[in-house]
């Protein structure tokens, strides 16, 4: 493979944190084995080595959990350390990690900047609403701790992106989490739609992202994205952003914008692969790093159908005029586990989103190929 991005969870579900609406929870209870404890310094050698025997040009290696620090910084520098090693393609290596920054220290910040780490924090945006379901282990919010984290990282020139989950509160309250956000200088965003509990009803959790408030949000965000995109102030948002790669006729950076799932290898702490973060279940479990190869992994990829199956459009899709800027979304907002594959939970969102926005998007697309030629 010419580019390879492994997801490392070497923490397992573990976290010093308690999200109410927390989906990786959600899913290792649903596991015949919910944690699988620390990874290793043994596992990470080999699954260092089998990726970068694999990668021949670029390797992504991303750390993410539960909570990734808590495998502590010692494990981290056998990572880079591994990495440096066993590079025996001489490929381009990035390191990235997403981290809640309750374990951020100078010391993690310095470690960070020298090895030039991607560090993505979630942040939910001001206290009042960061505080409403981002809670530590006691029940306590963690906003003030996890902005001081930001501002470290910030102070010591660590690149840094703010994601925010998608609650129906942060739909109500956009305005408030965008001034804030622009306020303190945060211009790399990503903002990801909440999940519901498997083989739940939708929409039920106090916290739940419903259609119609995802249509809020979507028509609200891309007001103030476009608005300050005009005046030559574009702030990245990661969905508005693919967009204009979409109108393009590029390849979406984001998996879930391409109707198709790609070839994710996301690693449990035990050396076990799935090929998603969102099916991290037993029933997809591919295998094991530690006994099997990228190829035998790949195979019985193959032999579910996990991507296949993602490619099987709804006929409503078809018919569509905006499929070419949604290709029906991410998998996971498809499959309702009971039914099968359909059609996406936030179809008439994104619907009523693009008859709004596209005027303005492709408006907007056509001045920067312009500036650009």
Same mark, same amino acid.
């Given at each position: ?5 492994? &997801? ?29 404890? &620390? ?24 750390? %993410? ?16 350390? /591994? ?6 393609? +001489? ?7 997403? $981290? ?66 998608? $609650?129906?509160? $942060? ?5 408030? $989490? ?23 009803? +939708? ?20 007001? /103030? ?24 006729? %590029? ?28 099916? &991290? ?23 579910? %159908? ?11 899709? +078809? %018919? ?11 998998? +996971? ?41």
């Amino acid at each position: 493979m010419n580019y390879l991005h492994i &997801m490392i969870k070497p923490a397992s579900g573990i976290c010093n944190m308690c999200c109410k609406y927390c989906f990786y929870a959600d899913e290792t209870s649903k596991r015949a084995i919910s944690s699988y404890g &620390m990874m290793s310094d043994e596992t990470l050698a080999i699954v260092i080595e089998k990726a970068l025997e694999a990668a021949k040009k670029h390797c992504t290696i991303a750390f %993410q959990g539960g909570e990734p620090t808590l495998a502590g910084l010692d494990f981290f520098k056998k990572a880079v350390e /591994y990495s440096k090693r066993l590079n025996v393609n +001489r490929c381009k290596i990035n390191f990235t990690i997403q $981290t809640n920054g309750l374990m951020i220290d100078r010391e993690w910040c310095e470690f960070f900047a020298t090895n030039k780490f991607l560090v993505g924090v979630s942040l939910d945006g001001p206290k009042v609403l960061h505080d409403k379901y981002r809670v530590d282990i006691q029940g306590k919010g963690t906003y003030r701790r996890v902005f001081r984290a930001i501002q470290l990282l910030q102070s010591y020139h660590v690149d840094v992106n703010i994601l925010t989950v998608i $609650t129906g509160d $942060t739909c109500q309250n956009f305005g408030k $989490t965008y001034g804030f956000f622009k306020r303190n200088g945060f211009t790399y965003q990503q903002y990801i739609p909440c999940l519901d509990p498997l083989g739940e009803e +939708r929409g039920q959790k106090v916290w739940s992202l419903t259609p119609s408030c995802y249509e809020v949000y979507l028509k609200t965000a891309f007001d /103030y994205w476009y608005q300050e995109a005009v005046k030559g102030n574009k702030i990245y948002n990661r969905y508005f952003d693919n967009l204009l790669l979409l109108l393009d006729r %590029q390849a979406p950076e984001s998996c879930g914008m391409s109707g198709v799932c790609g070839c994710q290898y996301v690693i449990e702490a035990d050396g076990s692969l799935y090929p998603c973060d969102f099916y &991290m279940l037993d029933e997809y479990r591919l295998g094991n790093l530690k006994t099997d190869s990228f190829e035998e992994l790949d195979n019985r990829r193959r032999k579910i %159908q996990f991507v296949d199956k993602s490619a099987i459009m709804h006929e409503d899709c +078809r %018919q569509c005029c905006w499929h070419p800027l949604c290709y029906g979304g991410c998998r +996971r907002d498809r499959d309702y586990y009971e039914e099968g594959l359909g059609k996406n939970y936030y179809c008439d969102a994104y619907r009523t989103f693009f008859e709004y926005a596209y005027p303005r998007l492709e408006h907007l697309y056509r001045s920067i190929v312009s500036q650009i030629r």
